[in-house]
């Protein structure tokens, strides 16, 4: 079916009419309207319009209140009048409310458009090592990156994600020669089903071969010196040397996979582009940026310099596509990658979803790509930089020893903190212990989430679970439970169901949560403008919590007559369905039963 246009897009259109009525040289002018806690909406774009109408704003405001009436009940604007030095309060009727509502639920999308014109969106990110374990600050970069990936789906803009994992580089010289000369390690294992106990025997043999080739490259100036001869052959193509790094891969993906498949985390190989996806580009890279004069030699290496980036020195600080002695680094395969995005995959919108540290890199990288001729203007190239992990001292989140938390421990102990606030909800054993398991699992997996995405990307956190998994305050677990309190609500309706009756008058924790869930289309649209999941995490925790306060006032089932009972589990299943949809797109599931 087609979009529902929002009551506030309605009042929208209205108010700018009436403004352009009263000055007409203000056509079009926006009547920047804002939620209130003084009617349901204030419209403030009078005082900016009499400014330059050189207009008293009071007498402006009059004039686009007697070209916009009220409707009376059965329409959209219940009450409307002047405050202030000109602002205009309206109300809408609660009619609109319930009938607007009534639109979205006859629609599997809840009423939100698709995009207008959507694009093809190439999106960079969780990119973990391969031959390492991955650690918590491979979370945020996962995590928001699915969201976003979500929700521009959802908004109709087709997606290629693109997981740019480290697998090419000086120390697979070194892994590759150690498995050489040990061939004992490359002997096939017996595989299984379980995807999470093969990830784990495939980093345990990664982890013993990472640390037995180290303690050697360390120890032994010899292998040390056969290990860079290797990297010279997997860079030239050699066969059985690349037979063997590729079984490094493999084995990393099967663990990746189990880490993912934990994260709930969707991950196809086709995704997986890492460096070595971009080897045979390189030196083709490098040539047309020297040939079109972008690149200049500098002692040797070929490098990128720029006018406003110096060092403390103040002597220019380059971009390095080429080294002296012939190698390349990230700055060539990122620019590979630049190339290859947007000639090959047709991509409109380059998005990278890293860390803020690496905020310079990403800024030459793009400029370099548009002296080059890579990014045109028809292009939209953006670096989603976020904050850092923290513990509970406010420093980086780190083990007792000092190292990074392992993510797999990390979820494990999210999981089992989760598990037992279930379990405790359960108090009447209502759910099988596979049920306590199933939703340990997802409570504890959407807490670490949530608190990801809750979270402004330039900020950094601190990782508490207790906060987490809390049934209180600002959480997944929060919204969760009012999603599973509404299915509880709906088992016990019995032969009740949900109905609008628009002629019905709505409560004021009614036409709250109404408001509210009529704006979940600008909530998304918004997200999905600037990339930004924090405000579809906000909008959701908003709605819960109207819900809660919905829930303590409005008797549902208890209700005076059964048209209320159905208006209300008419409110109910929305408010479910919004909850649902929303933390879908935030890659959080939602129990039926906590």
Avoid at 140 to 169: C, K, M, N, Q, Y
Avoid at 461 to 473: A, E, I, Q, T
């Amino acid at each position: 079916m087609a979009s529902v246009t929002s009551l506030s897009a309605s009042l929208q259109q209205r108010v700018s009419a009436a403004l352009a009525a009263a000055v007409p040289s203000a056509d079009g002018a926006d009547p920047l309207l804002r939620r209130s806690d003084r009617a349901d909406f204030q419209a403030n774009g009078v005082l900016g319009l009499a400014k330059k109408a050189k207009a008293n704003p009071r007498e402006l405001a009059a004039a686009v209140l007697a070209g916009l009436p009220a409707d009376g009940p059965d329409g959209l604007i219940g009450e409307i009048e002047v405050s202030g030095p000109g602002f205009l309060n309206i109300s809408v009727t609660d009619t609109a409310i319930t009938a607007n509502l009534a639109l979205r639920a006859v629609d599997d999308r809840l009423g939100v458009p698709l995009a207008q014109h959507p694009g093809t969106t190439v999106i960079d990110y969780a990119q973990p090592n391969v031959a390492k374990e991955m650690h918590v600050g491979h979370l945020r970069s996962s995590v928001i990156g699915d969201a976003i990936v979500r929700i521009l789906r959802f908004s109709g803009e087709t997606v290629i994600p693109r997981h740019h994992i480290g697998d090419w580089g000086t120390q697979f010289g070194m892994l590759v020669q150690y498995l050489m000369e040990h061939p004992d390690e490359l002997e096939s294992t017996q595989t299984t089903a379980d995807s999470a106990v093969a990830g784990e025997a495939s980093m345990s043999r990664l982890d013993r071969l990472y640390k037995s080739s180290r303690t050697l490259f360390d120890s032994d100036e010899e292998f040390k010196d056969r290990s860079r001869k290797r990297l010279v052959e997997l860079q030239s193509g050699d066969a059985e040397t690349l037979k063997i790094w590729q079984w490094l891969v493999d084995e990393s993906l099967i663990y990746f996979h189990s880490v993912y498949d934990k994260l709930d985390i969707a991950i196809q190989d086709a995704d997986i582009v890492g460096e070595s996806g971009y080897n045979d580009m390189l030196v083709e890279t490098s040539d047309l940026l020297e040939k079109s004069g972008v690149a200049v030699r500098s002692d040797g290496a070929l490098c990128v310099f720029f006018d406003d980036i110096k060092g403390k020195d103040g002597e220019p600080v380059p971009l390095i596509v080429r080294k002296s002695d012939g190698g390349f680094g990230y700055p060539a395969t990122d620019l590979s990658a630049v190339r290859d995005r947007t000639r090959n995959l047709h991509a409109t919108t380059l998005l990278y979803v890293v860390d803020a540290r690496q905020a310079l890199h990403f800024r030459m990288v793009f400029e370099t790509a548009r002296r080059a001729g890579w990014l045109t203007d028809e292009v939209t190239v953006k670096h989603i930089p976020f904050g850092t992990v923290l513990g509970k001292d406010g420093k980086p989140f780190k083990t007792r020893a000092g190292e990074s938390v392992k993510l797999e421990d990390l979820l494990d102990e999210a999981v089992e903190r989760a598990t037992a606030v279930v379990k405790e909800k359960d108090a009447k054993s209502e759910l099988s212990d596979a049920e306590v398991a199933e939703r340990g699992a997802e409570v504890g997996i959407g807490a670490v989430k949530y608190a990801d995405l809750s979270t402004s990307l330039g900020r950094d956190y601190v990782f508490d679970l207790d906060r987490m998994v809390s049934l209180n305050g600002d959480t997944s677990v929060y919204i969760q439970y009012a999603y599973a309190r509404i299915q509880s609500i709906i088992r016990r309706s019995g032969d009740a169901r949900p109905a609008a009756h628009p002629e019905l008058p709505l409560a004021p924790a009614e036409r709250a949560l109404g408001l509210l869930l009529d704006e979940f289309g600008e909530a998304l649209a918004s997200t999905a403008e600037t990339y930004e999941p924090h405000k579809l995490a906000a909008y959701l925790f908003s709605v819960a919590s109207a819900f809660a306060t919905f829930y303590e006032q409005c008797p549902v089932l208890k209700a005076d007559s059964p048209a209320v009972v159905e208006n209300r589990l008419f409110l109910c299943d929305v408010t479910a369905r919004t909850l649902r949809q929303g933390l879908t797109l935030l890659g959080i599931r939602t129990p039926e039963r906590l």
